[in-house]
């Protein structure tokens, strides 16, 4: 299917456009230039919408495809589309873009028009690598994407800002140049920088396995898995707010995403074979990371290890499939579906999270849970949305954050009685980590004069912070419409791995 | 052959260059300081029109000319563009430095130009002598713009280290020349290759003998370990639009050399690790590994830059040694884009600084973001650029090589080749760390001309737009190779 309109161009190039706009309008007028980049963020979540509306939930094929030659020595070209994988993460970046923007708008006073145009560049890079069908094209949204993230961090971020940006960078640089050997290999291989020509390219059983672990190494950097996740509470404790939430809500499921769009379907036998790994580091994120974040004394860094712990679930989803694809197939779909379902309700709890702290750190300047307490008896509007949040990320029936984890569960189930037991606990640790932050921060006596005067949520955080309640709460109560978007998509895709590629 | 007044049209980019330098010279004598500026303009209208006339004069034919002395193909003609607009480019960035610093003579822009020339002489030389005479003649104009700034101590310690190790390099080329015209009887490359598939296995051992010599050479024109000793002094000590000019069309023209002599003329001498393969695979391997390392530890963004280069002509070699035509057109796409950075890189450096003040150290970048955001982000992109982070056009450089590597069946040298640049990409991150996430030191103004930041805006803004759309200028380098 054609669109009349190049949406994903549009989706793609407008913040982008728009973002150099922004940051050609300089710090004279920091109130035009803010309203500039809101309006820019605005279009471009109105411009992907009709990716959604116009969608055909019934096929599995690529849609809103669009392709011009850009390198022809290498056959690389400009090729977009989007499937049911895909299409749900874009509305979600255009969505998370609005409002950390939204976030920024009184907080951010030093060079306000670099750093919306900051977000509105990495906003465009980003719909570009969930877009991108070519390898060529995609690797180079996905470095792209390091740029505006770096300085992001870099510029507006705290104390140890340099250490942790540069970390950051070098972690995720070092885990994708051996993506992008593994990539030229199957060029030569396929003879094509098609992504779905490499999906149906035959491999054999060794290269399977070194293509799969150069593609583990990109993507576990960037969801990211155990052991090399250090560098996220590093870059979460020193991003500002919004950094912050681009990068959990954004950035972390970019890694997820690749494990579908590459790992899973172009090596479905090396990953086949390795799934005990993946396993066992999702296990161990799920596990030993909540009780990292159980001991956590600053918030940010405590959100930040929760969501190592959240996303272990998406990749324990994605990979027990191959347990279950071996016991006949059930609920193979099931463990897809949930690792997708989690990776966009992630997305919204964390953003909500990194916001909320934010809120706090706006006013006291401080991150850390013993300088608060009591913050209900002087900001109870916030508190409400606060201890709504935190219920979600402890997986409260009825949020979002309960459907993707009860589905992984519900899949590990049939895979091994044990990785459900180990995956279950997280119920019991998540609800721990959070609910005993929420208590230190939100219940008890007035800790100190600061919370004495501390005042309430304002208009605008109140509308950011009400937006993300209500997708939570629609996402818990009826996540059908969800399922439905990639249904068919990951239906092909349990069939395209069920095949073996030998 | 005798003379024959059709050859003259295929060297009219040459010949039109040597005229135009001598007119230049003599018409500086003439001026006054204060029209010294006629000089400036004069240079840049001699490169312009040599570059408009090698387009001119353009053709996907090759053509032989002096007895086979000299060539003209596809690869020559965009060597020659590229190498004259980058000349240019050096040229604009030179103009405030030196006239802040009572440098802005003639004799500087007579240089350049003749070493222009030398570098084209060597890009269309056909056989070891036209190469040798090119070659002396840009080493020789550089070896002098090296200590162009006669007071500075420095630059005179600079000029005479490269002026000692670059005449024993040349003495080397030479010694390797002979041997191989002992063996092979013939000087012009095309009569070189013919007799060596007709070598003698007995002849190898004295072959491989004269190789080691002639890749010697290639080795430190372009400055690779371990012949690079020279580069971080040189870069260090001279003047930084003469750094910047280093770096930029010599760089182009050792490209030029690299690809006449090694693969025209001793191409049958390849095979392997006995052959120039192998000695290119170690050169690489050790340019990329000790000249990214040893970069991490300066502070002079000088240094810093001598090291990176080092670390850049690994990379070119790397395709060069792939021994294959994809090779040879990633290695010149290389070039040509490092060349374009490079310019960039030390014409920021010379644009910062100012009457009696050289911007030099890590320090003298500090919060450039805070002072002029423009010139900060095209500092950025070049950075990035050289890290070969996209969307700038230093990834598919990077991209091509690794590419080429990959199809030569040698996959553990890309890896090798990607580690280093993560490795290399720690001390560009830390300019730009330099750039934006620190303070300003000093507050004085930027004066560069509002030419020379055109010239800025117009290479960092070509970097990332190569960057976006590489197709074109890839395509210039394979028909070069006739892919």
Redo the contacts between chains.
């Keep these: 299917m054609t669109a009349d309109w190049p949406i994903l161009s549009m989706s793609i190039w407008l913040p982008i456009l728009g973002g150099l706009a922004v940051l050609g309008s300089g710090d004279k007028a920091p109130g035009v230039t803010r309203w500039l980049a809101l309006i820019v963020a605005l279009l471009t979540l109105l411009v992907t919408l009709p990716l959604w509306i116009g969608f055909d939930t019934g096929t599995a094929q690529m849609q809103f495809v669009e392709q011009v030659e850009?390198?022809?020595?290498?056959d690389a070209w400009y090729r977009l589309g989007v499937d049911g994988i895909s299409m749900p993460l874009i509305i979600l970046t255009a969505f998370v873009s609005v409002l950390v923007i939204i976030a920024a708008w009184q907080v951010i006073q030093y060079?306000p028009h670099?750093y919306l145009a900051a977000f509105l560049i990495m906003e465009g890079v980003m719909i570009g690598v969930f877009s991108a069908l070519d390898a060529?094209l995609f690797?180079?949204?996905w470095?792209?994407m390091?740029?505006p993230m770096?300085?992001v961090i870099?510029?507006w971020g705290g104390p140890n800002?340099?250490y942790a940006?540069?970390k950051f960078?070098?972690y995720t640089?070092?885990g994708s140049?051996?993506m992008?050997?593994a990539l030229?290999?199957m060029?030569?291989k396929s003879g094509s920088m098609d992504i779905l020509a490499f999906h149906d390219l035959k491999l054999g059983l060794t290269e399977q396995i070194l293509i799969f672990l150069a593609f583990l190494l990109a993507f576990a950097v960037k969801v990211p898995m155990w052991p090399v996740h250090t560098w996220l509470p590093d870059a979460h404790v020193e991003a500002p707010t919004g950094g912050s939430v681009i990068l959990a809500a954004i950035m972390l499921k970019i890694g997820g995403y690749g494990f579908l769009r590459f790992s899973l379907p172009i090596t479905p036998d090396a990953s086949s074979e390795l799934d005990w790994l993946l396993i066992l580091l999702s296990l161990v994120a799920v596990v030993y990371i909540g009780f990292v974040a159980l001991v956590q004394q600053d918030m940010k860094k405590l959100i930040a290890y929760s969501s190592i712990a959240h996303m272990g679930f998406v990749t324990l989803g994605f990979f027990i499939v191959f347990i279950l694809l071996q016991k006949g197939g059930d609920g193979a779909l099931l463990g897809l579906e949930g690792g997708m379902v989690q990776m966009v309700s992630h997305g919204f709890i964390s953003a909500a999270m990194f916001l909320s702290v934010g809120v706090l750190y706006d006013r006291l300047h401080s991150r850390q849970i013993t300088d608060y307490g009591g913050v209900v008896n002087t900001m109870p509007w916030f508190a409400a949305f606060m201890v709504f949040f935190a219920m979600a990320n402890a997986g409260l029936p009825g949020t979002s954050g309960f459907v993707g984890e009860f589905m992984v569960i519900l899949a590990s189930f049939q895979a091994n009685f044990w990785y459900a037991f180990l995956a279950a606990t997280t119920l019991i640790i998540g609800a721990a980590y959070t609910l005993w932050m929420v208590k230190r921060v939100v219940f008890g006596d007035v800790a100190s004069d600061g919370v004495a005067q501390l005042k309430d949520i304002n208009g605008r955080e109140a509308l950011v912070l009400g937006v993300l309640a209500a997708a939570v709460l629609a996402l818990g109560l009826w996540p059908a419409p969800l399922i439905d978007v990639m249904e068919a998509t990951l239906h092909q895709l349990v069939n395209h791995i069920a095949v073996s590629k030998l | 052959m005798g003379f024959d007044a059709a050859h003259l049209q295929g060297l009219a980019p040459e010949i039109f260059l040597a005229s135009a330098a001598c007119l230049v010279l003599l018409i500086d004598v003439f001026l006054k300081d204060r029209y010294r500026m006629t000089t400036y303009g004069l240079s840049l209208v001699s490169l312009a029109v040599t570059a408009a006339l090698t387009i001119w004069g353009s053709s996907d034919a090759t053509e032989v000319l002096w007895s086979g002395g000299y060539i003209r193909d596809p690869m020559s003609d965009a060597l020659k563009v590229a190498a004259c607009l980058v000349a240019m480019l050096a040229f604009v960035y030179a103009k405030d430095y030196l006239r802040d610093r009572d440098l802005f003579k003639g004799e500087y822009f007579v240089m350049g130009l003749f070493a222009v020339l030398g570098g084209l002489v060597m890009i269309s030389a056909n056989g070891f002598l036209t190469l040798y005479l090119g070659l002396e003649l840009l080493s020789l104009c550089l070896f002098a713009m090296v200590a162009f700034d006669r007071d500075s101590p420095q630059g005179a310690e600079a000029a005479v280290k490269y002026f000692v190790l670059g005449a024993l390099s040349s003495g080397m080329l030479l010694y390797g020349i002979s041997i191989i015209y002992g063996v092979t009887g013939a000087l012009d490359f095309p009569s070189v290759a013919q007799s060596l598939m007709h070598a003698d296995q007995s002849e190898d051992t004295v072959l491989i003998f004269g190789l080691v010599f002639v890749v010697i050479g290639v080795a430190f024109k372009f400055g690779a370990v371990p012949f690079h000793m020279w580069v971080p002094d040189v870069y260090h000590g001279a003047p930084t639009p003469v750094a910047l000019f280093l770096s930029s069309a010599p760089k182009i023209a050792a490209f030029g050399l690299a690809i006449r002599m090694l693969v025209e003329g001793l191409g049958g001498l390849q095979g392997g690790w006995e052959g120039w393969q192998g000695m290119l695979i170690i050169l690489a391997v050790a340019s990329m590994a000790v000249g990214n390392i040893v970069a991490i530890a300066q502070s002079n963004v000088k240094r810093m830059l001598a090291y990176s280069t080092v670390g850049h002509m690994g990379f070119i070699f790397l395709g060069i040694l792939t021994v294959d035509v994809d090779g040879y057109a990633a290695a010149m796409f290389y070039t040509i884009v490092y060349s374009l950075m490079a310019a960039g890189g030390f014409g920021m450096l010379s644009m910062l600084s100012r009457k009696g003040f050289d911007a030099q150290e890590m320090d003298d970048l500090k919060g450039l973001?805070e002072r002029s955001?423009w010139l900060a982000f095209m500092m950025?992109l070049i950075m990035?650029s050289m890290a070969g982070?996209?969307?700038t056009v230093g990834?598919?450089a990077k991209?091509f090589i690794?590419?080429s590597v990959?199809?030569a069946d040698m996959?553990w040298l890309?890896?090798v080749a990607?580690?280093f640049?993560?490795i290399a990409?720690?001390y560009y991150?830390?300019v730009?760390?330099v750039l934006?996430?620190d303070k300003p030191v000093t507050t004085a103004p930027i004066t560069a001309s509002l030419d020379t930041q055109m010239a800025m805006s117009l290479n960092g803004v070509t970097v990332l737009l190569l960057g976006i759309f590489?197709?074109a200028l890839?395509?210039v380098c394979?028909t070069a190779f006739g892919?």
Aim: hydrophobic residues 65%; glycine residues 2%.
């Design positions: 850009w390198v022809p020595a290498f060079k670099q060529m690797y180079v949204f470095e792209a390091l740029i770096f300085l870099g510029v800002r340099v940006t540069i960078f070098l640089f070092l140049v051996f992008l050997v030229v290999y060029y030569f | 973001n955001p950025l990035f982070v996209p969307p990834f598919f991209l690794i590419e990959i199809s996959t890309a890896l990607v580690f640049s993560v990409a720690f991150l830390r730009v760390k934006y996430f590489p197709a890839l395509a394979r892919v």
